[in-house]
């Protein structure tokens, strides 16, 4: 037990992070280790490779993940922000030079070879994102000289215009999601609201104009006569086999026959070898970060802080209902990975990093302002900033 009369940085974050919220992390980074051992071996083989090679490869990324989130959560916001802000820029440059020199996969080119590892700079472009729209939001909201809105929006732009040329639509509706929710929290009128939310269906719109593998999966999900829809199909198999109990654990079958069966249709793997009440339990611990992020967040004094961390969990909650709904067939398929369960190196550490930020703006510090000028303003003398 760290004793309270510690004054070193261990003690001081260890008094100050949210525990449960920590623990809620780290569950469902061992629950993506245990579900790699279901879902990666089958399709190891059918590559040709040893059949624990995406096991090992998860298992290899996972302590550095879980050494980036405690060491990002120990940052001040400040700290946080300069981080997010140099994460940021690299990341748009490297997606920038992925449209020229990347890896293509599948028809898109959203990975880069850097010193012996594939990367895909677009993961890591998401937390550091929010974390910045939330710092313009702040601003201009709090120095009416600053164009903070402008700004959010022209990154925005930027953002999205190199995942559409990548191209990944998923990815683009995600940000433009956490911006949008950003964007409402900030206290924009109505209008503005109103106004970008018809400009989202337009870009739908255009997308499924535009964009033939957007219209694809638009039209099998309405009609799934209209095409391939041999994954979804193989998936509902999975949860339908898997019943209340699972077939145990390495049982499943259709696992076997399942391409993305370690990355996008875990879900679908943990439903068949586990059964349906332990995916139950997995929505739990997902809904627990995620209210429990959210609460923190509405405890927090400082806007930028209360900002990033709402915006934060919002994209780690809406990453993870989409994965779950396209597993279920209640949406069209995106290919995006589950957090922390997913098989996918750059997944795991991206989410870690953002995790690590959501950890340092909830946690519990006092108001640096002397008392007399709080009782001055006006405040109570026990606030604190979380």
């Known amino acids: 037990m760290v004793s309270r009369a510690d004054r070193s940085a261990f003690a001081e974050w260890w008094w100050t992070v949210d525990k449960y919220l920590f623990a809620g992390l780290i569950a469902l980074m061992l629950g993506g280790v245990v579900l790699s051992l279901a879902g990666s071996p089958a399709v190891a083989e059918r590559l040709g490779y040893d059949s624990f090679h995406f096991v090992k490869r998860h298992l290899f990324f996972f302590l550095p993940a879980v050494a980036v989130m405690v060491a990002t959560s120990f940052l001040n916001p400040k700290q946080a922000r300069r981080a997010a802000l140099i994460v940021l820029v690299v990341s748009l440059v490297l997606m920038l030079a992925t449209l020229f020199v990347g890896v293509e996969v599948k028809g898109a080119r959203r990975w880069i070879n850097l010193l012996g590892f594939s990367i895909q ?21 709090r120095r009416s000289d600053i164009p903070g809105n402008i700004f959010a929006l022209i990154l925005l732009t930027i953002a999205m215009a190199l995942l559409v040329a990548e191209p990944d639509f ?34 739908v719109g255009v997308a499924y104009v535009m964009l033939p593998h957007v219209a694809g999966r638009i039209d099998r999900f309405i009609s799934p006569q209209s095409g391939d829809t041999f994954q979804i199909d193989r998936a509902l198999e999975s949860i339908l086999r898997g019943g209340w109990l699972g077939q145990g654990p390495g049982e499943g079958t259709v696992k076997r026959i399942l391409p993305d069966a370690h990355t996008d249709f875990i879900f679908a793997v943990a439903a068949e070898e586990f059964g349906i009440i332990i995916c139950i339990g997995l929505v ?9 992020g959210l609460a923190n967040s509405l405890r927090n004094e400082d806007p930028f802080a209360r900002l990033s961390a709402a915006g934060l969990v919002v994209l780690f909650g809406v990453q993870s209902v989409i994965n779950m709904a396209v ?20 997944s795991m550490i991206a989410v870690a990093f953002g995790m690590g930020l959501l950890l340092a703006f909830s946690r519990r510090r006092p108001d640096p302002r002397p008392v007399r000028r709080r009782i001055e303003a006006g405040e109570p003398v026990n606030a604190s900033l979380a």
């Open 284 to 292: 739990i611990v997902f809904a627990m970060v995620v209210f429990r």
């Open 121 to 141: 700079p677009s993961e890591f472009m998401k937390p550091s994102f929010v974390v910045i729209i939330a710092w313009l939001f702040a601003e201009n909201a």
């Open 170 to 203: 998923g990815q683009t509706m995600l940000i433009a999601i956490a911006w949008g929710a950003l964007f409402f929290m900030a206290g924009m009128s109505w209008v503005w609201i109103a106004a970008l939310g018809v400009a989202a269906l337009g870009g």
């Open 327 to 346: 597993n279920l067939s209640l949406m069209p398929q995106k290919g995006m990975t589950l957090p922390f369960i997913s098989y996918g190196g750059s």
